[in-house]
């Protein structure tokens, strides 16, 4: 506390130095990966607690200030601890300690150099994602910014010598810094000319911008931040780079790397731009919409597992986008408390979608380990051998089909209900809106339960698909506690919403001036507005299903007999059934692939009925790379291909461009 | 004084309701299949058969697959008690309902949500090509009902405001027989769902084994004895359910209102008249259409979805 001169961010920055010298031991130890394995990533997960536990701190605390003497001349790096950040370092430490656990276990049977370096990579990229969240200077924020991207290039890019990896990692690289640039512009618009030392948030924030330049600004930043977020139709890297990246990577990059984009719109809309306009916040809720159901629909027809969640955070990050366009739109027009419910939400469920994708992520890991494959048409069955990464996944996979009393239903309960209290805005076109909007957030929500009924069922139930299912196994202790760890903070973030909400209730305060209140009418009962309006109590919900089940389970066991045979499957009569009727991965999605044709590019072989050996290839690729992106890479190689008449390897041809230009130059001076 | 002795009364009857709804929910689905049998010019069963039925199933031996992992053991007792909590929580016949406070109408989509899931995936526990069949089209069927069943009760929380079903229903009551335009679409979208979700003609048949065309028959085929008798006790509960929700939101008069345990009796009259009248109307829908094929279905339900936003849109536009 202040009486022994300690705050947060003290902490805060012992613990990344930390994070740092473990990356170094780590590289260090290379030649006893099993210390690695067993030391540093447990210690890295410890200092996830800790740091954590800093960011609650941090919530109640006021802001912390930090001038580093590092950086450039006349701009040193300035950290700044407030609750926006706090709440996000609570999200990036729940998370990571989980993942960090995972990896104690996942990485084992990987070579001491490659982990060495690995280890680095991944503390370096941990390093860079809490920097992020304390920058307070567009230089340090920029340069952090960096460190998590390139950190996260290297970490994608670990099975190297498979060229599709590298290719995944380049297309990752090239919208990274495509947004970076974004963002830097942004900066540079809202610093407005004042010199060097208007870089810091603080001068930003003074800055008086006119409505042209504060949009300019905005738009970068939404471009710029929605390149890392994965908004459409710069969505594009995720489905290729998380499949390629180690299992905990993708957990870290979808959990929390998506987030820190997430943070970065909410503090440059909300902090540093003074007053927003009510078009941003359509033109986010329209964004956010699109992304939503974009991605939903394209996770429905995946085949391979890593693909199929990476879809799930694009759908994920609409979730929130539609938040955040709420937001501003109820923030512009005075309606406080919708705005604080909306922006409840938004932070209620990045938190959540930290907790439930890093637990599908890592869960993938495993699998993987147990079986080396992510195509999903070739596992089932897998409840058997791994019963407790099946009960653990499927913590997650309730939770993120948006199922009562978990946590994902907690932030979907909110969200609607910011919805249900929004007529009344006096702009009547956005009342239009608002309905049509609730109605594809609905849809959206159900489709991702399709989609994980699709993902549970095809890997972990019915009969193994393939021979070597039969020799997998469970996952390791350490993989399993950091398993245990996100599906715990799933069902506590369902179970406890009252006193997540009055935590976030501080950063709605910060943010937008005004919070829920004591909206919470008591700890039991999640009441937004009052409890006349809507109320929820998981924690009741789940204690009378409970009771219940529980009723029904000793009436039948006590009033009937328990006797169970067993015996083959029934199946209407039909004995020779056999694994391949199943429905695979592909057939699960086959009806909304057919209902949403229009929007896949289908690519299909069908073979003909006298084929001796049948083979059947069906891929639903994205028209938007076909349409968008193609283009682009064209032109750029043209473009190029031009540029190159200009390169002949001849010392006096450039001699002559050399004198021509400098001819050029004198005729104009 | 009288507010404590209020609150014990209001807890004693949530836990009558709760024994009402699941004794009577069987008897539902019987006068439905009697009505259809009079109307086929059968004599039928009697309404009484489906009890029979569940009393012959809870005596046998329980058979299950080699393969059938605990999940698939669990998972009627968890449909059992979503579907049973759900009947219990809509107020049909008095508004104090004080565990309606834990679950509002969003919840309670919610409920039925956990259900489907949970009985889809069991669906795919021993991988039988029927199982896994049954377990897509539901999925496909209920990403269409859902939403449009949340517009729904989004139409009626908005004319409400609030989304907890004792308000919803006493203001709907109070405004004594005021046609709301917005409702009037609910209820036609309020209808198609009711039909899709509970596995009727036109989206499917209820009656129908052995047939390509199954849904909900195709999910619980491994299921036998007891397990198969949860669920079907279930399938009571939430046909039961869905037809409560119907008569709350769009017949709610004559519903005691608070406090008022002097208007119970005629509210149970007023219910059990409803009842009958619905399930009769129920029986007459499915004898008069066909189905659909499955790939018809989805649009079937689309044009529930849009008919319910068109209901939450004319709402904003008309303020009614």
Known sequence: ?669 | MTENANLLFAIVFQLAQLLLVVLAAPLLTGWVNQCQAWLQNRSGAGVLQPYRVLRKLFHKDAVMAHNASPLFRVTPYIVFGCMWLAAAIIPIIAVDLPFSLAADVIALVGVFAVARVFLALAAMDIGTAFGSLGARREMLVSFLAEPALLMVFFTASMISHSTQLPRIVETLAHHQFMLYPSLAFAGLAFLIVLLAENARIPVDNPSTHLELTMIHEAMILEYSARHLALIEWASSLKLFAYISIGIALFLPHGIAEVDNWAGLPLAVVALLVKLMLAGAALAVFEIVSAKLRIFRAPEFLGTAFLLAVLGLLIHFLLGA
Not at chain 1, 4 to 12: K, Q, T
Not at chain 1, 51 to 58: K, N
Not at chain 1, 363 to 384: D, F, K, Q, V, Y
Not at chain 1, 598 to 615: A, C, G, K, L, Q
């Open chain 1, 1 to 669: 506390m202040d009486a022994v001169g300690i705050s947060p961010l003290d902490v805060v920055g012992w613990l990344v130095q930390f994070w740092i010298v473990l990356g170094i031991v780590a590289l260090v130890l290379q030649r006893t990966p099993q210390l690695i394995n067993n030391v540093v990533f447990p210690l890295s997960a410890l200092t996830s607690l800790l740091l954590a536990a800093a960011g609650l701190w941090a919530l109640a605390a006021p802001p912390g200030i930090m001038v580093l003497p590092l950086g450039l001349p006349d701009l040193p790096f300035h950290l700044r601890l407030d609750p926006l950040s706090g709440f996000f370092l609570i999200l990036l430490g729940g998370a990571s300690l989980g993942v960090s656990l995972f990896s104690a276990g996942y990485f084992r049977t990987m070579a001491g150099g490659t982990l060495g370096l690995l280890c680095l990579e991944y503390h370096l990229f941990l390093v860079g994602m809490t920097l992020v969240l304390l920058a307070d200077d567009a230089y340090m924020f920029m340069v952090a910014w960096e460190t998590m991207a390139l950190s996260s290039y290297f970490l994608v890019t670990t099975d190297h010598a498979i060229p599709d990896i590298r290719k995944a990692g380049y297309l990752y690289l090239l919208i990274a810094h495509v947004g970076a640039i974004a963002i830097l512009l942004s900066f540079g618009v809202m610093q407005g000319g004042h010199g060097i030392g208007a870089y810091t948030f603080d001068a930003m924030r003074g800055a008086q911008l006119s409505t042209f330049w504060s949009s300019a600004a905005f738009l970068l930043a939404l471009f710029g931040f929605g390149a890392k977020a994965g908004v459409l139709p710069l969505h594009v890297w995720l489905p290729e780079a998380h499949p390629a990246a180690p299992s905990p990577v993708s957990a870290l990059m979808s959990g929390v790397m998506l987030k820190t984009a997430i943070y970065g719109i909410l503090r440059v809309t909300f902090d540093l731009l003074g007053t927003q306009l009510w078009w941003w916040g359509v033109l986010v809720l329209a964004l956010g919409l699109l992304t939503a159901v974009f991605g939903v629909m394209f996770a429905a027809v995946q085949g391979d597992m890593k693909r199929l969640l990476a879809y799930s955070s694009i759908e994920n990050i609409g979730l929130l986008l539609v938040g955040i366009g709420l937001t501003i739109i109820f923030h512009v027009y005075g309606k406080n408390t919708l705005a604080a419910l909306s922006l409840t939400a938004t932070l209620y469920h990045s938190l959540n979608h930290a907790m439930f994708k890093s637990l599908l992520f890592v869960g993938t890991g495993a699998i993987l380990h147990a079986t080396g494959e992510r195509n999903m048409g070739r596992l089932g069955g897998l409840i058997h051998r791994m019963p407790w990464a099946a009960m653990l996944v499927l913590v997650g996979v309730l939770a993120i089909a948006g199922l009562p009393p978990l946590n994902g239903f907690v932030s979907e309960w909110l969200l609607l209900q910011a919805f249900l209290l929004s007529p009344g805005l006096p702009n009547s076109y956005i009342n239009m809106l608002v309905p049509v909007a609730a109605a594809v957030i609905a849809l959206a929500a159900a489709l991702a339960a399709y989609v994980m009924v699709k993902f549970y069922g095809v890997i972990f139930l019915g009969q193994p698909r393939e021979k070597v299912l039969e020799h997998a196994h469970d996952a390791g202790i350490w993989e399993r506690s950091g398993m245990v760890w996100l599906a715990l903070t799933c069902v506590a973030l369902g179970l406890a919403p009252v006193f997540v909400v009055q935590q976030i209730d501080l950063v709605s305060r910060m943010l937008i001036g005004s919070g829920l209140g004591n909206a919470a009418a008591n700890w039991v009962f999640l009441a937004p507005v009052d409890t006349e309006r809507a109320s929820y109590s998981p924690l009741y919900f789940l204690l009378a299903v409970l009771a219940v089940m529980l009723l029904t389970t000793v009436l039948v066991r006590r009033l009937y007999h328990g006797r169970v045979r067993r015996s083959p499957p029934w199946d209407c009569g039909f004995p020779a059934q056999t694994a391949r009727m199943q429905d695979t991965a592909e057939g699960f999605g086959q009806p909304i692939r057919r209902i949403f044709e229009p929007f896949f590019r289908i690519e299909r072989e069908v073979p003909s009925p006298f084929d001796t050996h049948p083979r059947y290839h069906g891929q639903s690729d994205d028209r938007l790379w076909y349409i968008l992106y193609l283009p682009v890479k064209q032109l750029t190689e043209r473009l190029s291909a031009l540029t190159s008449l200009l390169q002949h390897g001849r010392i006096h041809l450039y001699l002559t461009y050399t004198f021509a230009t400098l001819i050029v130059l004198l005729v104009f001076v």
